[in-house]
């Protein structure tokens, strides 16, 4: 899924503590991490697989690891991150549960965000249509598609609940003609996006 990357790393940064320690697992080319950096003036650093966007990241002075996020657990001790980032990933991964485990372990808090699979469109086309759906913020088809673990808002709300785990802040998002807008009300139902700040009880 695409979501605009201005939109993520606005509403990020907002959440990122100045001078702090962060870890970006899945941090593409370096471009949050970057601006992390140079706004908020963090300690970043990145963890990626794909080895382009590894030498992108080198060529904006960003220290990235290689590895796998289905490789656990994390080689970083207890608490050592301020804040630990995942954005757009965890519906890729093969374990999310044990991946948000090693993300609170690492980090004292956690952004992460992922696109809504509970949203009214793909549930209408999925009823009617009886095919996985394509929407413009989920366009790939189903044989193409890097997602494997499909979530909705009220999943993850519940996921919380279940693993002791404390909801800080959240944010909603839904694709309409004049770009990504924010979401106040039914976000299981109407948002295509949502970014949550998490930390263990």
Not at 145 to 166: A, G, H, R, S, W
Request: proline share 4%; hydrophobic share 40%; charged share 25%.
């Amino acid at each position: 899924m695409k979501l605009p990357k201005e939109l993520v790393i606005s509403r990020i940064s907002d959440e990122v503590a100045h001078g702090s320690r962060v870890l970006d697992l899945g941090c593409g080319d370096g471009t949050l991490l970057k601006h992390l950096k140079e706004v908020r003036n963090v300690v970043g650093y990145g963890i990626e697989i794909d080895s382009n966007a590894i030498l992108s990241c080198i060529k904006k002075d960003i220290n990235v690891l290689h590895w796998n996020l289905n490789d656990l657990p994390l080689d970083f001790p207890d608490h050592f991150y301020d804040t630990v980032i995942l954005t757009h990933t965890l519906q890729q991964v093969l374990r999310p549960k044990e991946l948000i485990d090693e993300m609170l372990r690492v980090g004292k808090e956690v952004i992460l965000s992922f696109p809504n699979f509970g949203q009214y469109k793909l549930r209408f086309k999925l009823l009617t249509g009886g095919r996985m759906p394509s929407t413009a913020t989920l366009p790939d088809k189903w044989y193409e598609t890097p997602n494997i673990k499909l979530l909705t808002v009220k999943d993850f709300y519940d996921f919380c609940e279940e693993n002791q785990i404390e909801i800080l802040t959240h944010y909603f998002f839904r694709k309409s003609k004049f770009g990504m807008v924010p979401v106040h009300n039914f976000a299981n139902l109407r948002a295509d996006v949502a970014i949550f700040k998490i930390k263990r009880k």
